[in-house]
């Protein structure tokens, strides 16, 4: 449904005006009185403290964001993000982006633990987090304020095991995607072995010359 993809030149701006104050996107995210520059979005995706990646449909449009930054102890992230226009939050691009998300952090970056925080009021995010084999961990009470009255925040996780296993289950439906084929790695191993096995020099063999090397001085 689609990719991730690193932002581009125009892609800052985007994410500035689905993220602005009092837009229908901020106020889901909870960031309806924050101000959201281009410039500062870029900052913190090139200095690596927050990893942005463009969510871009089959068309190449892109129609929103998630991010993911380091957390805690290593191999534990924080995630967020969302689809900038309002008209397509039901069509699926969430939580497909959502799960690319999840599985290049397991499968690629070796992660641990995986948290998302939503507010109590956003049933999209709320919908896809209670499919998608995230534990509730907590509640923080009255964390937003939105339409004359406070809203609880939920803390939202998965582990590495509930991941495996989720994958698993659903692995012919929802394949976890590799960055390398599989079929490529094992003609990359076919090739080493053949050539190893034909005795090549190697610093293997040469190891027992260099032990015996004396300091010429």
Not at 60 to 68: F, M
Not at 75 to 102: C, F, M, R, T
Not at 137 to 166: A, C, N, P, Q
Request: glycine residues 10%.
């Amino acid at each position: 449904m689609c990719v991730l993809r690193f932002p581009g030149e125009n892609d800052y701006q985007l994410v500035e005006s689905w993220l602005r104050p009092l837009s229908p996107t901020s106020a889901l995210t909870g960031d309806t009185h924050e101000v959201v520059t281009a410039e500062a979005v870029r900052e913190l995706n090139e200095s690596g403290k927050v990893r942005y990646l463009m969510v871009v449909t089959d068309d190449g449009a892109p129609v929103g964001v998630v991010n993911y930054r380091t957390s805690g102890t290593a191999g534990s992230y924080v995630i967020g993000g969302a689809i900038g226009d309002p008209e397509k939050w039901n069509g699926g691009a969430g939580a497909d982006a959502l799960g690319q998300l999840v599985d290049f952090l397991f499968h690629e970056l070796n992660a641990h633990r995986v948290e998302f925080s939503t507010a109590s009021y956003n049933k999209h995010t709320l919908a896809i987090l209670t499919k998608g084999g995230f534990v509730l961990e907590g509640v923080l009470r009255d964390y937003y304020f939105m339409d004359g009255m406070y809203h609880d925040r939920t803390v939202w996780s998965i582990l590495r095991d509930e991941f495996y296993e989720g994958a698993a289950a659903h692995a012919d439906q929802f394949p976890v995607e590799d960055l390398v084929p599989e079929k490529d790695k094992r003609q990359a191993q076919e090739a080493l072995a053949k050539y190893l096995a034909s005795d090549p020099p190697t610093s293997l063999t040469s190891f027992g010359d260099r032990i015996a090397r004396v300091r010429p001085y």
